[in-house]
Structure formats: structure tokens, C-alpha cells
């Protein structure tokens, strides 16, 4: 692959990469099984090795998992909750038992558990207690949702027997049965309620809630399977019998769980539930192998990402067969269409599938899908399902292949297609009505101006009724009150909520408007730096693509996207309007104030974690006093600030270019400040 196919080709991946984050964490609408994102996922990695200039500072690779909500106090983990690498191939599993070996030698067992399909948390208990419970989040921090774990049934409040350490902390894995999640999924259909893609998205979505009592009334459970502790090597030698222990202070730890002295066994048993798993009544995505002995765990160590003494191994999706009865083409927010195989209803994996993603034209071509086509589905896991191909025997010889669309179904806009993407788009972006609305969607969005008392739905039935046909509107609303009240749904109460929710929003600062506007590209971290380095909408707007480049982090692709936006003479309205109705379009002063200049021209790297000060704390600290945050490791990096459980790999490469690396304490010492 030439340098430039690469470029293009890691541009490309991550923009669809972060799409389909954005659709699962934000608008919790997955449209891409877990298979597909990872197997893209890979290809990114794989790439931005080759090529690490075409890195995006943006690119989803350097996320751990989800990201964090901001309705949860947000808490440190002691441990860092990393993800696994995972993998597909039975012959990714030999590699890595190589590995192991290479490193630890012949002597070891391996830990058999089940991989449960549900949302990670990490419980703190203390003196037998519940203490705390954290999502992941980042895997630096993550979401305290202890009220809500609280009322799950399974989970113990106080601990049984005794033996346990005085302090510790429990990771495990909150679900919900398949049958329980049918039942609230109809119940929620039948009340107009939107319905969840599968149990885990219930789950997770039902750990989020703000009210606890809520929670308490659904049927969550939990299953337990990894103890940390500060003394822990001293109560157990190895990780299998934590498991018995903590089973016996009253944590619910699968039964299908087992030792294995050999890779065949292990295999064995990833068979075995390949086939079995169907009949469980909560969903598993595949098997987690640990190596068992702690002291060969530490031995092991740690990738910057995931932990080298564990490995998932992910199951293929099953198949079925079933009949093509028509396209349709759906609209994103960014115009991007996304054509849907409509199915003839077939069971698989236990539900019944009726629709599947086609991603794109190229797709629809390789396949060459014709009208009625008896076409394979499969599921990658348990999102929307995915056409894998189709049986030609059964193809009616009169069928025509099925066309993609000029014009886009909406608006009837013709289609266009960027150089080097696969994806059509619709270009009106000003009036293409799923276009408008994903925008505004966005821009209310929890990680955007967070307004409270709208909601997606609301935000359609809005543009439909005329109410709001842009993100200026939406401030207009106060005296629209009249008609609000005549609309269904719609009483004094939550029009008061409405109102004061658009009201608070006015108070978010610059990085977050900045952010809502949906400028292609500019993501939260992106936001960020141009308000920090801009200032105010104006300077923005006025600024040139190589000022734009220069600012750190942000390259040529963004500052080009930018300055396109600030072009459009509707966008520069929409600003006017904006900073009438009192949005914050300039920094507030104290996020530029400079404390000192003792770190100025120097350039710093943040690892681990640390005792006094959060990783956000210290950046602001560096920054504060003219030091730079670099994103990672190079030549010209002046410090790097060096906490616990630092990945290795860190540590390694900046020793060998001889980097200086210091403590907090040092860097406290730098800017001469005793805290
Ligand atoms: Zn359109």
C-alpha cells in the first residue's frame, strides 16, 4: 500500500470507526455488529503502525472502551479496567500461548470462563461493606453508579463468612436475561417507548438511569469473576481460588467455569460452548482464558491497552437463510445513506430478524443482491445483522438486481459520492429533514449543550409541527409555550422542564458549543483546543486553514473542514442568532489564565496513575504554567510524568530515547509549587 492509499484509507476508517461509536454511545443505535467494528477496528491498528503520521489524535483506537457520561460523579479506578485483546482465530490463540510460554515457561494452567455479553463494573467493598461501584468508562476512570448496583438482587450489600481483605475491589459483569429483556422490550413497544437493540444495551442502559427506584424494578443480574486487593497474593496463590473464595462470601460466580492444564483443553471447552451456548438464558460472546497463578500473571505484565496474561476468544455469528423483500435507504446525520435489507422474519441466535445492514452500494455490488434474492444472515454477536451472502440456486430467473438510488429518499436530492469513500451522501445538507434533525439531535445531545427535558423524539416531532427547523430555534421555544401545549405528551410540567433545560443550557462553555455545532471533524477533544487556542467564535471563524493546522493535535483534513463550515452563510446566521439568544461563544477568562511561565517551550507526556492529582488535574496543571501536552512519546518530548502501572511499553520507549522521567513530586518541583 502506497503512503498516500494509506492515508486515505486511515482517514476513511476512522471517520466511519467514530460514526458508529457516536450512533452506539451516544444514540444508542448500534448499526454495525461488534465483528465488523472489530475487524475494522484491527485494520485501523494494523495501519496506523505502518503509517503512525496518519494517525488521527481522534482515532478510536486509542479509547479503551465507552466513553463517560457526565450525569455520574466521575471516579479514579485504583486498577486500571482494562479491556482484553481479543480474537477470532484458533490460531491467534496457539500465538498466544507461544507467547505465554516463551515468557513463563511449561508450567502454567489456564482459567476457562464464559465472555457475558453485559456492561463491566468494578464494586468496592469495604470491611464486608459495598462501598462504591464504578463502570468502566475509559478504563482510567469511570461512572459511580453505586445506588443503582445497589439493587441488584445478586449483588451482595454485605459480605457472608469471613476472610475477606478489609479492602477490595470485585469486576464482574451486569446483564439481563434474554427472557426478562423480550418481556420489557414488548412492554416498552406497546407504551411508544423506544426498545433496545439486545440485553446489553438494556443493561447498560438501565445502570445509567438517574432514578435507582427504576432500576430496582428492572430484573438486572451479575455475575462476578475478578478480585484485586492490596494483600491479595498473600490470601491466594492463584486466580481459581479467588473464585471458590469469593463464592463463598456470597458473590455470584458462574458454574461454567474451568481449570485447564492444556491449550487442547481449553479449545475443548470454547467447542463445547460454541454449541451449548444458545441454551443459556443470557447472552455470551465468547470465552475468557486467564493465565491462572497470580505471581506468573505479574510476571506477564501489561500492553499499554490489555493485560498479556489474558486473551478473549470471540464466537462467529450463526446463519440463517432467509428471503430479500426490499431495500430501503435510511439518512444519517451527516447525509451519509445506509441502505437495509427489509427480510422476510426468520429466526437466529434465539430473536427474530427482520431487517440487515447492507453498509454501502460496494456491498450491495459484491454481493451482486437481486430482487427476492434467498439471501444468508448472519449476526456478529447480537446487533443488526448483516447480509453475508446469497444462495444463487435459489435466485428467480427473472429477478433484477437491485438499484441503488440517484436520489436521496428524503429529499430527493441527487446523490454524490466522495473520492475514495464508499458511502453516498445526500448533499442538502440544509433541508434533507433526517439531516436537520440529526444535527439537532446532536447538538442537544448529554456530551454536546445537555439539554435536559428534550429528547430525540421530541426534537422530530418539533421540525415536523414547524417548531424548531434548526439549532437556533430551539431558544425560541419560550415563546412558543401556546403551541407546545397543544401538542400530545406535552403538559405544563414538562414544558417548564423544556424551557428551564434550554435556559441552563446557555451557560455551557465555548468548547462544548463549539462542539454541538457539528462541524465535520471536530470532535470534543478538537473542540477543546480550538477554544482553547482561538478564544471566541470569531477568531475561529476568521482564521485560516494553516492557522487552524497549527494549533497542536489539529491537522490539515479538520482546519479544511472548518474553514468550509464558516463559509456558509447560514452557518455564520445560525452563529448571530447563537450569540443573541446568549450562547457562550468565548472562552471564559479563567480557562486561558496563565498561572506562571516555568514550564514554557517544554513538552510533556502523562502515564499511569497517580496519588494527589487526576490525569485532566495535571494536563491543566502543565498547562496553566506554558508547559504542552504532546499525545505520545517522541524524540522531542522533554518530560515524561510517570505514575503507577505505567504500560510498559511507555517506559520502554522512552528510555531508549533517553527521555527524562519524573514523578509527580518532580513535576510539583518543576513549577516550584508546594501542594
Ligand atoms: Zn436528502
Given at each position: 500500500?502506497?503512503?498516500?492509499?494509506?492515508a486515505a484509507?486511515i482517514a476513511?476508517?476512522?471517520a466511519?470507526?467514530?460514526e458508529?461509536n457516536y450512533?452506539?454511545?451516544?444514540?444508542a443505535n448500534?448499526?454495525?455488529?461488534?465483528?465488523d467494528f472489530?475487524?475494522?477496528?484491527?485494520?485501523?491498528?494494523?495501519?496506523?503502525?505502518?503509517?503512525?503520521?496518519f494517525?488521527?489524535?481522534?482515532?478510536p483506537?486509542q479509547?479503551?472502551?465507552g466513553d463517560i457520561?457526565?450525569?455520574f460523579?466521575t471516579?479514579?479506578?485504583?486498577?486500571?479496567?482494562?479491556?482484553?485483546?481479543?480474537?477470532?482465530s484458533?490460531?491467534?490463540?496457539?500465538?498466544?500461548d507461544?507467547?505465554v510460554?516463551r515468557?513463563?515457561g511449561?508450567d502454567?494452567e489456564?482459567?476457562?470462563e464464559?465472555?457475558f455479553?453485559?456492561?463491566s463494573i468494578?464494586?468496592?467493598y469495604?470491611?464486608?461493606l459495598l462501598?462504591?461501584?464504578?463502570?468502566r468508562?475509559d478504563?482510567m476512570k469511570?461512572?459511580?453508579?453505586?445506588?443503582?448496583v445497589?439493587t441488584?438482587?445478586?449483588i451482595?450489600?454485605?459480605?457472608?463468612?469471613?476472610?475477606?481483605?478489609?479492602?477490595?475491589e470485585?469486576?464482574?459483569?451486569?446483564?439481563m436475561?434474554?427472557?426478562?429483556?423480550?418481556?420489557?422490550?414488548d412492554?416498552r413497544?406497546?407504551?411508544g417507548?423506544?426498545t433496545?437493540?439486545n440485553?446489553?444495551?438494556f443493561a447498560?442502559?438501565?445502570?445509567k438511569l438517574?432514578?435507582?427506584?427504576?432500576?430496582a424494578?428492572?430484573p438486572?443480574?451479575?455475575f462476578?469473576?475478578?478480585l484485586?486487593s492490596d494483600?491479595?497474593?498473600?490470601l491466594?496463590?492463584?486466580?481459581w481460588?479467588?473464585?471458590?473464595?469469593?463464592?463463598q462470601?456470597?458473590?455470584?460466580?458462574s458454574e461454567?467455569t474451568?481449570?485447564?492444564?492444556?491449550l487442547?483443553?481449553v479449545?475443548?471447552?470454547?467447542a463445547k460452548w460454541?454449541?451449548?451456548r444458545f441454551?443459556l438464558?443470557?447472552?455470551?460472546d465468547?470465552i475468557?482464558?486467564k493465565?491462572?497463578?497470580?505471581?506468573?500473571?505479574e510476571?506477564l505484565?501489561f500492553?499499554?491497552?490489555s493485560?498479556?496474561?489474558?486473551i478473549a476468544y470471540?464466537?462467529?455469528a450463526?446463519?440463517?437463510?432467509t428471503i430479500?423483500?426490499?431495500?430501503s435507504?435510511?439518512?444519517g446525520?451527516?447525509?451519509?445513506?445506509?441502505?437495509?435489507?427489509?427480510?422476510k422474519p426468520?429466526?437466529?441466535a434465539?430473536t427474530?430478524?427482520k431487517?440487515a445492514s447492507?453498509?454501502n452500494a460496494n456491498e450491495i455490488r459484491r454481493?451482486d443482491?437481486?430482487?427476492?434474492?434467498?439471501?444468508y444472515?448472519e449476526k456478529?454477536?447480537?446487533?443488526?445483522?448483516?447480509?453475508?451472502?446469497v444462495?444463487?440456486a435459489?435466485?428467480?430467473?427473472?429477478?433484477l438486481?437491485?438499484?441503488?438510488?440517484?436520489?436521496?429518499?428524503e429529499?430527493?436530492?441527487e446523490l454524490?459520492r466522495?473520492?475514495?469513500e464508499?458511502v453516498?451522501y445526500?448533499p442538502n445538507e440544509?433541508?434533507?429533514?433526517p439531516q436537520?434533525t440529526?444535527?439537532i439531535?446532536h447538538?442537544i445531545?448529554?456530551?454536546?449543550?445537555?439539554?435536559?427535558?428534550l429528547?430525540?423524539?421530541?426534537v422530530e416531532?418539533f421540525y415536523k409541527q414547524g417548531?424548531?427547523?434548526?439549532?437556533a430555534?430551539i431558544?425560541?421555544l419560550?415563546?412558543?409555550?401556546p403551541?407546545?401545549?397543544?401538542l400530545?405528551?406535552?403538559?405544563q410540567k414538562?414544558?417548564e422542564?423544556l424551557?428551564n433545560g434550554?435556559?441552563?443550557?446557555?451557560?455551557?462553555p465555548f468548547?462544548k458549543?463549539?462542539?454541538?455545532l457539528?462541524i465535520r471533524?471536530?470532535?470534543e477533544?478538537?473542540?477543546?483546543?480550538?477554544a482553547?487556542?482561538?478564544?471566541?467564535?470569531?477568531?475561529?471563524?476568521?482564521a485560516?486553514?494553516?492557522?487552524?493546522?497549527?494549533v497542536?493535535?489539529?491537522g490539515d483534513?479538520?482546519?479544511q473542514?472548518v474553514?468550509?463550515?464558516f463559509?456558509?452563510?447560514t452557518?455564520?446566521?445560525q452563529?448571530r442568532?447563537?450569540?443573541q439568544h446568549?450562547l457562550?461563544l468565548?472562552a471564559?477568562?479563567?480557562?486561558t489564565?496563565?498561572?506562571?511561565d516555568?514550564?514554557?517551550?517544554k513538552?510533556f507526556v502523562i502515564?499511569?496513575?497517580?496519588?494527589r492529582?487526576?490525569?485532566?488535574e495535571l494536563?491543566?496543571?502543565?498547562?496553566n504554567?506554558?508547559?504542552?501536552?504532546l499525545?505520545?512519546i517522541s524524540?522531542?518530548?522533554n518530560y515524561?510524568v510517570?505514575g503507577d502501572?505505567?504500560?510498559?511499553s511507555?517506559l520502554?520507549?522512552?528510555?531508549?530515547?533517553?527521555?527524562p522521567?519524573?514523578s509527580?513530586q518532580?513535576?510539583l518541583d518543576l513549577?516550584?509549587?508546594?501542594?
Amino acid at each position: 500500500m502506497s503512503p498516500e492509499e494509506a492515508a486515505a484509507r486511515i482517514a476513511a476508517l476512522t471517520a466511519e470507526l467514530n460514526e458508529y461509536n457516536y450512533q452506539y454511545y451516544v444514540l444508542a443505535n448500534p448499526v454495525v455488529s461488534d465483528y465488523d467494528f472489530d475487524v475494522k477496528l484491527r485494520e485501523l491498528e494494523q495501519l496506523e503502525g505502518e503509517f503512525p503520521q496518519f494517525r488521527d489524535p481522534d482515532s478510536p483506537t486509542q479509547k479503551v472502551g465507552g466513553d463517560i457520561t457526565e450525569r455520574f460523579n466521575t471516579v479514579q479506578h485504583r486498577w486500571p479496567m482494562l479491556s482484553l485483546s481479543n480474537t477470532y482465530s484458533e490460531q491467534e490463540l496457539r500465538d498466544f500461548d507461544q507467547r505465554v510460554r516463551r515468557a513463563i515457561g511449561d508450567d502454567f494452567e489456564y482459567v476457562c470462563e464464559l465472555k457475558f455479553d453485559g456492561l463491566s463494573i468494578s464494586i468496592t467493598y469495604e470491611n464486608g461493606l459495598l462501598k462504591q461501584a464504578v463502570t468502566r468508562g475509559d478504563g482510567m476512570k469511570g461512572d459511580e453508579v453505586t445506588a443503582n448496583v445497589r439493587t441488584i438482587n445478586a449483588i451482595p450489600n454485605r459480605l457472608k463468612n469471613n476472610g475477606y481483605p478489609d479492602l477490595f475491589e470485585i469486576r464482574g459483569e451486569i446483564f439481563m436475561h434474554r427472557p426478562a429483556f423480550q418481556r420489557l422490550n414488548d412492554e416498552r413497544l406497546e407504551q411508544g417507548k423506544m426498545t433496545y437493540a439486545n440485553p446489553r444495551n438494556f443493561a447498560a442502559g438501565t445502570i445509567k438511569l438517574q432514578d435507582s427506584a427504576e432500576v430496582a424494578r428492572r430484573p438486572l443480574d451479575c455475575f462476578l469473576y475478578f478480585l484485586y486487593s492490596d494483600n491479595r497474593s498473600r490470601l491466594f496463590r492463584n486466580h481459581w481460588d479467588s473464585l471458590q473464595a469469593i463464592k463463598q462470601w456470597g458473590f455470584p460466580v458462574s458454574e461454567h467455569t474451568a481449570l485447564c492444564g492444556t491449550l487442547d483443553e481449553v479449545l475443548a471447552f470454547i467447542a463445547k460452548w460454541e454449541k451449548n451456548r444458545f441454551d443459556l438464558s443470557y447472552d455470551i460472546d465468547g470465552i475468557v482464558i486467564k493465565i491462572n497463578d497470580y505471581g506468573q500473571q505479574e510476571e506477564l505484565g501489561f500492553t499499554a491497552k490489555s493485560p498479556r496474561w489474558a486473551i478473549a476468544y470471540k464466537y462467529k455469528a450463526e446463519q440463517a437463510e432467509t428471503i430479500l423483500q426490499s431495500v430501503s435507504y435510511q439518512v444519517g446525520r451527516t447525509g451519509a445513506i445506509t441502505p437495509v435489507a427489509n427480510l422476510k422474519p426468520v429466526l437466529l441466535a434465539g430473536t427474530t430478524v427482520k431487517r440487515a445492514s447492507l453498509h454501502n452500494a460496494n456491498e450491495i455490488r459484491r454481493l451482486d443482491l437481486h430482487e427476492g434474492d434467498a439471501v444468508y444472515v448472519e449476526k456478529g454477536g447480537e446487533i443488526i445483522p448483516k447480509v453475508m451472502g446469497v444462495n444463487l440456486a435459489k435466485r428467480m430467473p427473472q429477478a433484477l438486481p437491485i438499484a441503488y438510488p440517484l436520489h436521496c429518499p428524503e429529499c430527493g436530492s441527487e446523490l454524490v459520492r466522495k473520492e475514495g469513500e464508499a458511502v453516498h451522501y445526500c448533499p442538502n445538507e440544509e433541508e434533507c429533514p433526517p439531516q436537520v434533525t440529526g444535527r439537532i439531535q446532536h447538538f442537544i445531545s448529554r456530551k454536546a449543550m445537555d439539554i435536559e427535558g428534550l429528547g430525540n423524539e421530541t426534537v422530530e416531532t418539533f421540525y415536523k409541527q414547524g417548531l424548531v427547523r434548526n439549532i437556533a430555534d430551539i431558544y425560541t421555544l419560550k415563546d412558543k409555550q401556546p403551541m407546545l401545549l397543544l401538542l400530545d405528551r406535552f403538559g405544563q410540567k414538562s414544558i417548564e422542564n423544556l424551557i428551564n433545560g434550554v435556559e441552563r443550557s446557555k451557560e455551557k462553555p465555548f468548547e462544548k458549543v463549539l462542539f454541538a455545532l457539528g462541524i465535520r471533524y471536530v470532535g470534543e477533544t478538537v473542540a477543546k483546543k480550538l477554544a482553547q487556542h482561538f478564544g471566541n467564535i470569531d477568531a475561529l471563524a476568521a482564521a485560516s486553514e494553516e492557522e487552524i493546522a497549527s494549533v497542536y493535535e489539529v491537522g490539515d483534513r479538520i482546519a479544511q473542514s472548518v474553514v468550509e463550515y464558516f463559509t456558509k452563510e447560514t452557518h455564520r446566521e445560525q452563529i448571530r442568532l447563537l450569540k443573541q439568544h446568549g450562547l457562550q461563544l468565548a472562552a471564559a477568562e479563567t480557562t486561558t489564565e496563565r498561572l506562571s511561565d516555568r514550564l514554557a517551550g517544554k513538552t510533556f507526556v502523562i502515564s499511569g496513575v497517580f496519588e494527589r492529582f487526576s490525569r485532566e488535574e495535571l494536563t491543566a496543571l502543565i498547562e496553566n504554567h506554558g508547559g504542552k501536552m504532546l499525545s505520545s512519546i517522541s524524540a522531542k518530548l522533554n518530560y515524561l510524568v510517570a505514575g503507577d502501572k505505567m504500560g510498559p511499553s511507555k517506559l520502554a520507549k522512552a528510555e531508549k530515547l533517553n527521555i527524562p522521567i519524573i514523578s509527580e513530586q518532580d513535576l510539583l518541583d518543576l513549577i516550584g509549587q508546594n501542594i
